[in-house]
């Protein structure tokens, strides 16, 4: 059995995607368990006997109950993954293939329902399906360029570097995520580069430099 840890007390997991989640986890109640309540936690010892996969949100259920859970899974090699809306990137620890210490909620959910089915069909965990998905790198890359595109040409008639990325939260987050599909591992080294050529740069300058990296982060994905 796969283990969902999640609240819905806002109904979020109804609203906020493009399906409503609620309903269709109903779908797939022979593979995985929803646990959306503290009351429906029967047995910590129960849950990490019988679970193949146990998916958890940073923020519940309570935190001695999260590191029991998170404990006895990562002692006992259980798969792991940790989602929440609070981090930007995926952290995964696949030398042993059972571990994502931290994915964006809604990457999460958008590729649960592909990584069902799949393991439907083949009774496989395969947690790179479920870090990864199908194609969703490159629709966060187009919506980035898009998003940065429009945000640029907003500012081009009074653009200043360190204003539009350092006051601008979106646009610094945009960007790193950029630099992060562009260059994985050496995305900071390559940004601190980015940086320093072009604090002093022109819109221009900085659209058409922007532009070569989302053609190598889409390269990064085969399209």
Request: net charge negative; hydrophobic share 40%; proline share 1%.
């Amino acid at each position: 059995m796969i283990y969902l840890f999640d609240d819905n007390d806002s109904q979020q997991m109804s609203n906020n995607y493009a399906i409503n989640f609620i309903v269709e986890l109903e779908k797939h109640t022979l593979f995985i368990k929803h646990i959306d309540s503290v009351k429906k936690i029967d047995s910590i010892e129960l849950i990490n006997k019988t679970a193949k996969l146990i998916c958890i949100h940073d923020s519940f259920p309570t935190t001695d109950d999260k590191a029991k859970i998170v404990a006895k899974a990562l002692r006992d090699t259980i798969p792991l993954v940790i989602f929440s809306g609070g981090v930007d990137f995926t952290i995964t620890k696949f030398e042993n293939e059972n571990y994502i210490k931290a994915i964006k909620k809604d990457r999460f959910y958008h590729n649960l329902i592909n990584f069902l089915e799949q393991y439907k069909l083949d009774n496989v965990i395969n947690l790179q399906k479920l870090a990864y998905g199908e194609n969703y790198e490159i629709e966060r890359i187009n919506i980035i360029k898009d998003r940065l595109a429009k945000s640029l040409f907003c500012s081009s008639f009074n653009f200043n570097y360190l204003h539009f990325f350092d006051t601008q939260e979106q646009n610094f987050k945009d960007l790193w995520k950029l630099f992060y599909f562009a260059f994985n591992d050496s995305a900071e080294d390559e940004m601190t580069l980015f940086e320093e050529k072009s604090e002093k740069e022109t819109v221009k300058y900085i659209y058409a430099e922007i532009n070569l990296i989302i053609k190598k982060a889409i390269l990064n994905y085969g399209k």
